[in-house]
Nanobody, 123 residues
């Protein structure tokens, strides 16, 4: 079992930056692949970024590549998502998630989810 708590969501103007954090407890964080997903109103949940347990490899959705950076601090059991050059279409509830086993971009391969944090980008 793993518990995930996101924080850092806020209202920001287009072009601005936000840093999300996800504090993990329970299951060994340092050996777990992690990801960020988001869900906008009326839309399905979508993959944003993922990172291997070691932090060596990262993966991004095309829509955020070059603007968002996923990272982790295994000593602090914390996952991060640095979001720069934000656009109104980035408005969504952002969720961190822990993978069940291998690295994946599919939500169904992540078994543990946080409660989400709202990011709103105004134009």
């Amino acid at each position: 079992q793993v518990q995930l708590v996101e924080s850092g969501g806020e209202l920001v103007q287009a072009g601005g930056s936000v840093r999300l954090s996800c504090a993990a407890s329970g299951r060994t964080f340092s050996s777990t692949h992690m990801g960020w997903f988001r869900q906008a109103p009326g839309k399905e949940r979508e993959f944003v970024a993922a990172i291997t347990w070691s932090g060596i490899r990262t993966y991004y959705a095309d829509s955020v590549k070059g603007r968002f950076t996923i990272s982790r601090d295994n000593a602090k059991n914390t996952l991060y998502l640095q979001m720069n050059h934000l656009k109104p279409e980035d408005t969504a509830v952002y969720y961190c998630a822990a993978a069940l086993s291998g690295m994946s971009r599919a939500g169904e391969d992540f078994g543990y989810w946080g409660q989400g944090t709202q990011v709103t980008v105004s134009s």
